[in-house]
């Protein structure tokens, strides 16, 4: 069962008269990457969420947020009063020695580094909200994955969609070869007989053998078709029993068109082409949809 890259998480709680919310959104990414964004009064957490968010996810780029609502004022933070106050006497000193008068805003000086103050909890309080955030997050996770999970299934479908369309396009590519040849070998003896007509002279079966077996040998695709074929059936494979198997897949996806490449490059009649086109075409889409899966 194959599991999406996007997705996204939420759990919240209430402890000791303080609300937590998680949130974990994750987009595509090549390798695995986390963002955590924390309010002051939790920071000591974000080596453990880190952690928890790397142990649970392979790939994508993880945005973590963690905020505090619906809480009392003094809950969350304290205020300098000393701080404060050195600042208000300042700021008149200032302003009487400058002839200027007028009212002082709080709500701006609130704003000043270092006045209000995160209340940082003792160790037992870290250890209760350690426990707590960790929980919400393992929720949020869950949530997380069971909804990349859900996306899979839609990938995974899809994606078995466009092997199948590639199994029939590679089998018409198989009977379409054996064929080729003995069409070739026919078009040549009737160009030359045409040609050999009008001068009253014979062909030489042998140099006609050797010509058809030079081309044979150029043109032949039976191995790069076993290849391609061994791909799709491995392919098919990991989709049933990997949950994090982009890099493998898209690393088949590469072998898949090399194959392709060279089958179109040995190829020496316009049907053939035409299907390798289309094969060509179907493992783009595969490349595409693999980017988004974990």
Do not use: W
């Amino acid at each position: 069962m194959l599991n999406s890259m996007t997705g996204y998480g939420s759990a919240d709680g209430q402890l000791d008269g303080v609300c937590y919310a998680v949130e974990i959104k994750a987009v595509n990414n090549r390798y695995l990457k986390t963002i955590i964004k924390l309010p002051e009064a939790v920071a000591f957490l974000e080596d453990a969420i880190d952690k928890c968010l790397r142990k649970n996810l392979a790939r994508g780029t993880i945005n973590c947020v963690v905020r505090l609502k619906g809480v009392s004022g003094n809950v969350l933070f304290e205020i300098d009063e000393a701080a404060l106050r050195s600042v208000v006497e300042r700021l008149s000193a200032v302003g009487s020695s400058v002839g200027i008068e007028g009212t002082i805003d709080m709500a701006s000086l609130l704003t000043l580094p270092g006045v209000v103050l995160p209340i940082l909890p003792d160790e037992e309080e870290s250890r209760k909200v350690r426990e707590f955030v960790l929980g919400l997050t393992q929720e949020a996770i869950e949530k997380l994955k069971a909804m990349r999970e859900a996306e899979g299934r839609f990938l995974e479908a899809d994606l078995r969609g466009h092997c199948e369309a590639m199994t029939k396009e590679l089998e018409h590519v198989r009977r379409r070869s054996e064929g080729v040849i003995d069409e070739y070998a026919k078009r040549l003896r009737r160009r030359v007989d045409a040609l050999l007509a009008e001068a009253k002279l014979q062909l030489d079966e042998e140099t006609l053998a050797r010509e058809v077996a030079v081309l044979a040998d150029r043109s032949d695709i039976a191995e790069e078709i076993a290849r391609l074929d061994a791909h799709l059936q491995q392919f098919m494979e990991i989709c049933e029993k990997e949950g994090q198997a982009g890099r493998r897949l898209d690393f088949l996806s590469q072998e898949m068109l090399r194959e392709a490449n060279t089958v179109a490059s040995k190829a020496a009649d316009a049907e053939l082409v035409r299907c390798v086109v289309d094969i060509k075409c179907l493992i783009e889409r595969l490349k595409e949809q693999i980017q988004n899966v974990e």
